[in-house]
């Protein structure tokens, strides 16, 4: 059974910084594609950013472009999500989600396994 962990969500700044932390257990890490989601109360889930463990190639939603880093510990079986210069709107519960994509060209449409989420309050 694939389980997926999140933490590092909390109540910052806007223009602060947070780094969230994917880890993955129950599955071969090197296979899938592991991607991040966010929704904020009333919204629509919103696909944030995603990596392939296969070939380390990445996407990410326009909101985020140039703020948001995707990156992966194979040592740790973990997926970072840094997210910098954090505006008010990117506060959202962040959830990560896991599913066998090799490349990585736009968000996704399906993941078969979540984790439970993290909040995460950006304030003005």
């Known amino acids: 059974e694939v389980q997926l962990v999140e933490s590092g969500g909390g109540l910052v700044q806007a223009g602060g910084s947070l780094r969230l932390s994917c880890t993955a257990s129950?599955?071969?890490?090197?296979?899938?594609?592991i991607g991040w989601f966010r929704q904020a109360p009333g919204k629509e889930r919103e696909g944030v950013s995603c990596?392939?463990?296969?070939?380390?190639?990445?996407y990410y939603a326009d909101s985020v472009k140039g703020r948001f880093t995707i990156s992966t510990d194979y040592a740790k079986n973990t997926v970072y999500l840094q997210m910098n210069s954090l505006k008010p709107e990117d506060t959202a519960v962040y959830y990560c989600?896991?599913?066998?994509?090799?490349?990585?060209?736009?968000?996704?449409?399906?993941?078969?396994?979540w984790g439970q989420g993290t909040q995460v309050t950006v304030s003005s």
């Open positions: 990596i392939s463990n296969a070939d380390g190639s990445t």
């Open positions: 989600a896991a599913d066998r994509y090799i490349t990585i060209t736009t968000m996704p449409p399906f993941f078969d396994s």
């Open positions: 129950g599955l071969t890490f090197a296979d899938y594609a």
